[in-house]
């Protein structure tokens, strides 16, 4: 066993600990500063398949922007999460299924012979001048053109979904039409209304002057 695989094996459990952790944890902040850890542990483990650009990416918009945005509203946004965790054993059961299943798929796939894990050997040094993101444009614009093309549209329906949950009326929420604004005239907004002039007031008698001084 050389530095590489032992270094795989502490990243790999490490990341594992830290998922088990993300919807363990009670505190949602703690939560989230072992997500941060799990992509850092990740991105581990793709600098040890030599793919430097997906390791830096994976840090710079996870980390860097996603993590962030996440903890800024957790930390200022007061969310009752002890409502969301609300049915957490209860759906235990079924989670823990699908977990199953999906152990037990990973490890028919790492243990079929196309695998090739038991004729393993560490893959050859890469050129000075190679290009992670040369190499990544080709196999994602050839090879696995169509999974990509799928993802594309899975995330383009999550993003349409999003956009209609949010955009749905609610009796709690105001709303402004914006045509209506435009449309609005001078005698919308203000109106005129004649009056009568007011009476002059009486002059005051000699008594009620005299008491006032």
Request: positive net charge; charged residues 15%.
């Amino acid at each position: 066993m050389n530095f590489e695989t032992v270094v795989f094996y502490v990243l790999s459990a490490i990341l594992v600990l830290a998922g088990l952790r993300v919807i363990t944890a009670k505190n949602p902040v703690h939560a989230a500063l072992f997500l941060v850890l799990a992509f850092f542990t990740s991105a581990g483990l793709w600098l040890l398949m030599q793919a430097e650009f997906l390791a830096i990416t994976l840090v710079l918009v996870y980390v860097g922007a996603v993590m962030v945005l996440f903890l800024f509203v957790v930390m200022m946004l007061d969310v009752n999460f002890e409502q969301l965790r609300e049915g957490f054993w209860r759906n235990l059961p079924m989670a823990g299924t699908v977990a199953l299943i999906m152990v037990g798929e990973m490890a028919l796939i790492l243990m079929s012979p196309e695998a090739k894990l038991g004729s393993y050997h560490a893959a050859a040094p890469l050129a000075a001048d190679a290009s992670n993101v040369k190499e990544l444009g080709r196999q994602l614009y050839t090879t696995y053109l169509l999974p990509f093309e799928l993802a594309s549209v899975v995330l383009l329906v999550g993003m349409v979904a999003a956009i209609a949950l949010t955009m749905r009326k609610r009796k709690d929420n105001k709303t402004v039409n914006p045509g209506l604004q435009v449309k609005v005239r001078r005698n919308d907004r203000v109106r005129i209304v004649k009056m009568d002039a007011e009476k002059p007031a009486k002059p005051e008698t000699g008594d009620a002057a005299e008491q006032q001084a």
